[in-house]
């Protein structure tokens, strides 16, 4: 009982739906077990320069780290639930993996895999009784082929997300998100690399260790990372620890309730985008930065990271504004966006309309871009902005 309010996962009151706190906790624990698998895979990938990093047909990058995860989570929520009460929205499919000249990377998923559920008891969760073989993994993989929708309830996975920070040694975040009835009920986001510090939220790995004098963290002290989670309507958003491997920590872990941020001048607020300037428009934010008053430079972080900093108060804005055309997914955003919310903050599309969870797998009808702020003032600042620009932009 203790342990449960410690976690943020009793209810508050009895009226408070119970059936959401079995999912908030499976769901937790599911995404610590990521992040300790992938924590493994980022070490391997960065000490060696072996054919690890995949191309997909987008030329976005897939690691063995994106499958493993997507294998181990949709098994332990289909242990907890029954794979038939299970449906998931995920981003990776078994196509590149299948191939015949993929055999070594299917043996290195298969294997993360097994590695990665043989550690559950140290989250609390039973590992399989058997090694799972190649065709549970592709199985528990392909499983997550839900399109989502506006009925009935869905599980939304990115297994990694910002893979790009990821296979850089930079920032990444594991998103599990359930969606009933086209809204988002629970966020949790995985945050392996999050800085003890905020200010190396913003210390790129290979930028700085060539052009920078800044001395690099210790991995000890840049390593810290974090698990964050909130459920719709709760108005709490909770902070774990990683479960370090190593340590003598076991389940239950601790957590505690974090903020946004309270500062509402734009000229003391700091503003989050994605590093790829292909990925949103830094020519635009710049101009939008420029005529709301925010004075810092932009924090250019990987991943939903950036939306786990403005929950934790670490920063005030974030801003995407895709090119024309690009349709953003629903793996990318839901988890953050509840996240941000019950802390305290704000989230809508450009136009100020709430993110639209209901139409399958992308954000159908979003108005121009992402807008997520720590409170209402802001939020309103940069909207206006928005408008008062868009018509002479290139976008
Ligand atoms: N062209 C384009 N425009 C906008 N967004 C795109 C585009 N291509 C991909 N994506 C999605 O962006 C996800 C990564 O977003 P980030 O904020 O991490 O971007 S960045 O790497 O910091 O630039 C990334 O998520 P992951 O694939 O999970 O890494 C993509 O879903
Ligand atoms: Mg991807
Ligand atoms: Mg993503
Ligand atoms: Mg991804």
């Known amino acids: 009982m203790e342990n449960q309010e410690k976690l943020g996962l009793l209810a508050r009151a009895s009226s408070e739906p119970e059936q959401y706190f079995k999912e908030l906790d499976f769901a ?100 399989p009784e058997l090694p799972l073989g190649t065709s549970e993994v592709l199985e528990a993989i392909s499983r997550c082929n839900s399109n989502g929708g506006s009925t009935g309830r869905f599980w939304a996975l990115d297994p990694v997300d910002g893979t790009l920070g990821f296979v850089r040694g930079d920032q990444y975040a594991i998103a599990l998100a359930l969606i009933e009835n086209g809204e988002v009920t629970l966020g949790v986001l995985g945050c392996p690399n999050y800085p003890m510090r905020k200010e190396w939220l913003s210390y790129h790995h290979r930028y700085h260790r060539i052009v920078s004098k800044l001395t690099p963290p210790t991995s000890e002290s840049w390593d810290k990372g974090c698990v964050i989670y909130a459920r719709k309507g709760s108005g709490k958003t909770w902070m774990q620890p990683l479960l370090h491997i190593n340590e003598k920590l076991v389940w ?18 700091t503003f989050c985008e994605p590093v790829e300037k292909a990925n949103s428009s830094h020519s635009f934010t710049a101009g939008l930065a420029h005529s709301v008053g925010l004075r810092k430079q932009p924090l250019r972080v990987y991943s939903m990271v950036k939306y786990a900093a403005i929950a934790r108060g670490d920063a005030e804005i974030f801003m995407k504004f895709a090119r024309a055309g690009y349709k953003e997914k629903i793996w990318d955003h839901a988890a953050g966006v509840v996240i941000i919310q019950e ?49 002479s932009s290139a976008l």
């Open 28 to 127: 937790v624990r599911a995404v610590q077990m990521a992040c300790s698998l992938c924590r493994r895979v980022q070490d391997s990938l960065i000490s060696k320069t072996g054919n690890d990093v995949q191309s997909k047909d987008d030329n976005s990058p897939v690691t063995v780290a994106d499958w493993s995860v997507q294998a181990t989570v949709s098994w332990v929520l289909s242990e907890a639930f029954g794979s038939n009460n299970v449906s998931i929205v995920a981003e990776e499919d078994v196509q590149t993996l299948s191939k015949v000249d993929s055999a070594g990377l299917l043996k290195a998923v298969v294997e993360t895999v097994n590695k990665s559920l043989a550690e559950a008891p140290r989250f609390g969760l039973k590992a």
């Open 252 to 269: 239950p872990n601790s957590a505690r309730p974090v903020r946004v941020s309270s500062i509402d001048n734009p000229s003391l607020a």
């Open 343 to 391: 802390a305290g903050g704000v989230v809508t599309d450009a136009g100020g309309r709430p993110l639209d969870f209901s139409k399958g797998i992308y954000l159908e009808g979003l108005d121009r871009g992402i807008i997520a702020s720590a409170g209402a003032v802001l939020h309103d600042k940069i909207i206006r902005a928005v408008d008062a620009s868009w018509d």
